[in-house]
């Protein structure tokens, strides 16, 4: 029994603080629980909410789950929900402590389930837009229907009961509630509950309507593998479907990631695919096996493309188009297609030929540079030849170049012209800083180049050696700068600790030098060899012992080390040596002889 092993409070103290006379902090949360049930009527509608400021500062108690039972189920159902809409209005923004969330969730739950028709949309609406909206924000809250044992069967019922109310909730609310869902059928991805091959009630052809219904739509590919073992658990659940209208292709969502070649082939009726296709459009991750079958067959019941409009309706299938087919389009449509809202996310996992094909349609059409960049989808962006990116005697549009992926050579290409026109460096992306060549360097003042280097620096951009060593030769034509830590760190792999000392100590020159792509360098560079001499030396490693403080300085320059350094060191560098490219043989095998040897937490 709880009750007995809690101090009763006696009901003058329980009336002081039904009235607002005592705060409810002066009584325990067991207290309140074991309270008689007629006293609990007494109290009023934010009763639950100063309850929580005095319980979220305190730390729970095994017990603490039995209590919050006790005591909701002595709440009358109009005086709680009440009580919970006063809760609602004062934590809508404010996020709950997690472990509170379960423990108050564990007893509301009991007490919804004996709410008079509560299975009913309207009543069902009425408790979670009212009452129970902050507890839900946290998914792991239906972790405690999971640790309650509540059945398959009444969470499917529970599952139906919020679907009939889907479309009329907010589409936050939606997500926060599939969150949960999911992670009751997946328990943090661990195990997955409700699915099983061998129990025909759960691997029905309809477990995704019973056990996610409307909530599918906020599937993703990744969700779709946790509801099972294995990638294949949608095969598994459409195996045996033979209803392919329409809608229910458009029910499905992201679950037709489940639909077989041979399914799509010889259950799919060519007639209904077009009716479908705004679903299927819109599906993402389908294999290059399925988006083929699938516009072929498209193809096949009389579907033509004859503008933008109906190449753009393919969606994520335009994937499944052949080269030839593509390349008979005029390049009308595609210029049509690009231009239209949604395609362009569509094109992220084309083919590289498709890709390709689809800049030549567009670029035989646009003649100006500027156009072609403004024109062309950031999924494309690394398929225009470099050659259509030499602006001549045309000014580019800066921002729109910020905003494309560009490759390395891509931008080489019109590195100077922007540096021209961009007044301030900083605004410049990384994707357009990595074509810094020394070619453009001219076109930049000394006074602004050092001021371009340290926007480098800021944006994180990755150059080559011989960016960085022309980056190097400007940088310090009139002497090694007293704030070296402003430019990138790389320039420090073509420097030593002396020409830092203006600016640090040696163990900070080599901490950056660490934390710098020490990669640009070859590993049998002279230089980079005369690094890790030198980073020793300052160091004070004299033997071959590396400390663990030594090694989080060293940082890149570990995975330099020689085999003898990393027997010594024994398991202190093998987390970091984890992050290494690659090793030489006697490195490997001294890798292998520290991991023989136990006491690690590898192997």
């Not at 019922?157 to 059928?185: C, M, T």
């Not at 792999?493 to 660490?514: E, I, K, M, W």
């Amino acid at each position: 029994m709880l009750c007995p092993c809690s101090p009763s409070a006696s009901q003058e103290q329980f009336l002081e603080v039904a009235r607002g006379q005592r705060s409810p902090c002066s009584l325990t949360f067991g207290q309140l629980a074991c309270a008689q049930e007629s006293w609990l009527q007494d109290l009023q509608d934010d009763f639950l909410t100063s309850l929580y400021s005095c319980l979220a500062s305190k730390p729970t108690t095994a017990v603490d789950p039995e209590y919050s039972i006790l005591f909701f189920s002595k709440y009358d159902a109009r005086k709680l929900l009440a009580s919970l809409t006063a809760f609602s209005q004062r934590f809508s923004q404010v996020p709950l402590s997690l472990e509170w969330s379960l423990i108050l969730m564990n007893g509301l739950w009991e007490r919804l389930l004996r709410v008079p028709g509560i299975g009913t949309p309207p009543v069902l609406l009425q408790w979670l837009r009212e009452g129970l909206e902050p507890f839900l924000v946290e998914p792991r809250v239906f972790g405690c229907l999971r640790a309650k044992d509540v059945s398959c069967e009444e969470f499917r019922q529970l599952v139906a009961a919020l679907d009939g109310i889907y479309s009329q909730l907010p589409v936050e609310e939606q997500r926060n509630l599939y969150a949960g869902i999911k992670h009751f059928l997946t328990q943090d991805e661990s195990s997955q509950k409700c699915y099983s091959e061998a129990i025909p009630s759960l691997n029905s052809t309809a477990w995704f309507r019973n056990y996610l219904g409307s909530f599918l739509e906020h599937a993703t590919v990744e969700d779709l593998q946790l509801f099972g073992d294995e990638p294949t658990v949608a095969s598994s659940l459409l195996r045996d479907w033979e209803d392919f209208s329409p809608a229910v292709l458009g029910a499905l969502g992201q679950a037709a990631l489940g639909l077989s070649v041979s399914s799509i082939q010889e259950k799919i009726p060519e007639e209904q695919l077009e009716a479908a296709l705004p679903a299927l459009g819109s599906v993402r991750g389908w294999s290059a096996e399925q988006s083929r079958a699938l516009v072929s067959k498209l193809l096949r019941s009389g579907y033509q493309i004859l503008d933008g409009q109906s190449l753009a309706e393919l969606g994520t299938l335009v994937g499944g188009l052949n080269s030839s087919t593509l390349w008979s389009l005029s390049p009308e449509v595609v210029l049509e297609a690009i231009q239209l809202p949604g395609f362009a996310q569509s094109l992220d996992s084309l083919p590289s030929a498709l890709k390709r094909t689809l800049v030549e349609k567009v670029s035989s059409r646009v003649d100006r540079p500027a156009e072609l960049v403004k024109l062309i989808p950031n999924a494309l962006a690394s398929y225009i030849p470099k050659s259509l990116l030499v602006f001549g005697e045309e000014e580019p549009d800066v921002q729109d170049l910020n905003d494309k992926p560009w490759t390395r050579d891509q931008a080489a290409m019109f590195f100077a012209d922007v540096v021209k026109a961009e007044p301030d460096f900083s605004r410049l992306s990384q994707s357009v800083l990595q074509g810094f060549t020394c070619a453009a360097a001219g076109a930049v003042g000394a006074e602004r180049f050092q001021e371009l280097a340290k926007a480098m620096r800021k944006r994180k951009v990755r150059l080559g050696q011989d960016q960085l060593s022309c980056l190097l030769k400007m940088v310090t034509l009139h002497g090694i700068p007293k704030d070296l830590d402003s430019y990138p760190k790389e320039l420090l792999l073509f420097l030593s600790p002396s020409d830092y000392a203006a600016t640090g100590s040696c163990r900070q020159f080599f901490a950056n030098v660490g934390r710098a792509n020490v990669d640009v360098l070859p590993r049998e560079a002279p230089q980079r060899q005369q690094l890790l001499r030198e980073a020793l030396e300052c160091l004070k490693i004299p033997g071959t012992q590396v400390s663990e403080e030594s090694a989080e300085v060293l940082g890149r320059l570990l995975c330099d080390l020689g085999g003898d350094h990393i027997r010594s060191s024994g398991g202190r560098l093998l987390e970091a040596l984890s992050h290494c490219g690659s090793f030489l043989p006697e490195q490997e095998e001294a890798i292998r002889d520290v991991l023989s040897a136990g006491n690690t937490t590898f192997g």
